[in-house]
């Protein structure tokens, strides 16, 4: 076989696989665009009554169901069935961002002397128990623009006797301002800082 022949036939080949592999690259672990990524903000307006308080608190990382333990920002056009929005992300996993944003709001009232994650070690006289239930855009009977729905169960224990003292949910809707995705994380901005703040001031009231 001619030696031109072959290097041809080579030249070809390489061509056939570079143009299969850009078509598939999208199915490649890291191929296509990378993802937006997007982040909520903790709550630092609050009631004018909040007392200062003296005892420690230890916010621990909310439950949720597998479908919200996941950075993707999950969407339902039905109610028993959850699907996620292509290309977008939180920064982390939702009640991890929670927790965190939990704790930032709690700092940001001035009235609370001590608070963090369980991870820090800190001995508490009260603990945080959450459980994130829901965490969704909606698009519920057909509607273009969706309606940003969470929902929080807390709970507050006394250390060490470990004795729930409170239990409150908190839940919050609110419409996105149209159908970007910008938009709808505003909503979901928008939705958490109420559950944040109903969260917050009522620990503070609870404790004794």
Known sequence: MPTRFVASCRVAGAVLAAVA???CADMLPGGGPPPLLYTLSPKSTFSPDLEVITWQ????????????ATPRI????????????????????APEMVQTLLVESFENTGKI?????QAIGLRSDYNLKSELREFQAEYIGGAKVPTVRVRINAKLIKQPQRVI????????????????????????????????????????????
Do not use: H
């Not at 608190?57 to 919200?68: D, F, H, K, T």
């Not at 999950?74 to 292509?86: D, H, R, S």
């Not at 002397?113 to 994650?117: K, P, Q």
């Open 21 to 23: 592999l850009a078509g």
């Open 57 to 68: 608190l230890v916010v621990e990382v909310p439950i949720a169901a597998g479908g919200l």
């Open 74 to 93: 999950a969407l339902k056009t039905k109610p028993i069935e959850l699907q996620y929005f292509a290309s977008t992300r939180f920064t982390e996993p």
């Open 113 to 117: 002397v001590a608070v963090g994650r």
């Open 165 to 208: 003292i409170a239990s409150q949910n908190f839940e919050q809707r609110v419409k996105a301002a149209g159908p970007k995705m910008a938009e709808v994380v505003a909503a979901f901005d928008e939705a958490l800082g109420k559950v944040l703040k109903g969260v917050v001031e009522w620990t503070l009231r609870s404790a004794r």
